[in-house]
């Protein structure tokens, strides 16, 4: 079942830390592409990071590279996005998307995400 569900958004100091989580069942984290989307207020929707255990590919925006680290929780079976040195302009809902099929379990595939979750807000503010 392509059901994923994020935990961990909030309100954050800017330079402050937040991890962010993308739960899904362990065939999912296994043999598909997971990436985190954000979405700003008037901006684009834009993809921040991506993993496939399925091939062992990764990507991250520049935007972001440096602070924010994604990985994988084997105990809690999910996708994290670990979030340091955050700056306002993080603020944003944060999606997690889930990928599968020959061709889209890369994280270097065009294909679209097809499975979404509900998102989290997070938001970077003094």
């Known amino acids: 079942q392509e059901r994923l569900e994020e935990s961990g958004g909030g309100l954050v100091q800017p330079g402050g830390s937040l991890r962010l989580d993308c739960a899904a069942v362990?065939?999912?984290?296994?043999?598909?592409?997971i990436a985190w989307f954000r979405q700003a207020p008037v901006k684009e929707r834009e993809e921040v990071s991506c993993?496939?255990?399925?091939?062992?590919?990764?990507n991250i925006a520049d935007s972001v590279k440096g602070r924010f680290t994604i990985g994988r929780d084997n105990a809690k079976n999910t996708i994290y996005l670990q979030m340091d040195n955050l700056v306002p302009e993080d603020t944003a809902v944060y999606y997690c998307a889930a990928r599968g099929g020959r061709s889209g379990a890369s994280c270097r595939s065009k294909s679209p995400f097809h499975a979404w979750g509900q998102g989290t807000q997070v938001t970077v503010s003094s």
């Open positions: 993993r496939s255990d399925s091939d062992g590919s990764t």
């Open positions: 362990k065939y999912i984290l296994d043999f598909y592409a």
